[in-house]
């Protein structure tokens, strides 16, 4: 029952910084696993990092891991994704997800909550 809106996304260089926002509204959210995954033209729809409730728990992609810091603030129904060292690779439209699940939150299947995405472009 969450509602999810993406912000933060936009033109940067390679080599440059993003922090995407994912604010939250419903009364769920402190419970609600979160997860930010990525889909490019013609590409699938893919993992990128996910937050356990609490915020005690993440999990990253290899392919952003060590780039990329997932954090919430559940007293303002926040999540983020921190973006540094971006690539052009990482260019694609960015969505966050919500999940009352614990366990696969690299799987798309387990989010029942979706944003509406925002683009990210990465340029040389």
């Known amino acids: 029952q969450v509602q999810l809106v993406e912000s933060g996304g936009g033109l940067v260089q390679t080599g440059g910084s993003l922090r995407l926002s994912c604010a939250a509204s419903?009364?769920?959210?402190?419970?609600?696993?979160m997860g930010w995954f990525r889909q490019a033209p013609g590409k699938e729809r893919e993992f990128v990092a996910a937050?356990?409730?609490?915020?005690?728990?993440?999990d990253y992609a290899d392919s952003v891991n060590g780039r990329f810091t997932i954090s919430r603030d559940n007293a303002k129904n926040t999540a983020y994704l921190q973006m540094n060292s971006l690539k052009l690779e990482d260019t694609a439209v960015y969505f966050c997800?919500?999940?009352?699940?614990?366990?696969?939150?690299?799987?798309?299947?387990?989010?029942?909550?979706w944003g509406q995405g925002t683009q990210v472009t990465v340029s040389s």
């Open positions: 937050i356990s409730g609490s915020g005690g728990s993440t």
């Open positions: 419903g009364r769920t959210f402190s419970t609600s696993a």
């Open positions: 997800a919500a999940t009352t699940s614990w366990y696969g939150l690299s799987r798309l299947r387990q989010y029942d909550a």
